[in-house]
Nanobody, 120 residues
Framework: QVQLVESGGGLVQAGGSLRLSCAAS????????MAWARQAPGKLRELVAT???????SYADSVKGRFTISRDNTENTVTLQMNSLKPEDTAIYYC??????????????WGQGTQVTVSS
C-alpha cells in the first residue's frame, strides 16, 4: 500500500520561512511528477509547485521567487522550502505524487495534509 506522509507545517510570522517534507512509502515501482498543493478555508485546492522526475519545476505565480520545490529520487521524498511567507499563504498543504505501485496502474496519490499558518 502506497502512502504519502507530510511533515513540517506550523505557525510562523509573516516574512518567515518553513520547510515542508513529504515521503512516499510502500510498494512503489516508480514516481513521476511530485507536487505540493494547498487549500485555504472556503477556497478550492490550488497547485503550488510541481517537480518532474527529471527535476524540472513549475510554480504558481503567487509563490514564484519565494518557494522552492525539490525531490530526492533515491529517498522518494519531495520538499517545499517556503520563504518570505505571507498571511495569504495560510492553508493546509498537501503532497501529491503520480505513482506506479507494484500492483496496479499509475495514479495520483495525496498525503493527509499539514497546516501552515502565517500570522501578520
Amino acid at each position: 500500500q502506497v502512502q504519502l506522509v507530510e511533515s513540517g507545517g506550523g505557525l510562523v510570522q509573516a516574512g518567515g520561512s518553513l520547510r515542508l517534507s513529504c515521503a512516499a512509502s510502500g510498494s512503489i515501482i516508480s514516481i513521476k511528477n511530485m507536487a505540493w498543493a494547498r487549500q485555504a478555508p472556503g477556497k478550492l485546492r490550488e497547485l503550488v509547485a510541481t517537480v518532474t522526475s527529471g527535476g524540472g519545476t513549475s510554480y504558481a505565480d503567487s509563490v514564484k521567487g519565494r518557494f522552492t520545490i525539490s525531490r530526492d529520487n533515491t529517498e522518494n521524498t519531495v520538499t517545499l522550502q517556503m520563504n518570505s511567507l505571507k498571511p495569504e499563504d495560510t492553508a493546509i498543504y498537501y503532497c501529491n505524487a503520480f505513482i506506479t505501485p507494484t500492483m496496479g496502474n499509475m495514479r495520483s496519490y495525496w498525503g493527509q495534509g499539514t497546516q501552515v499558518t502565517v500570522s501578520s
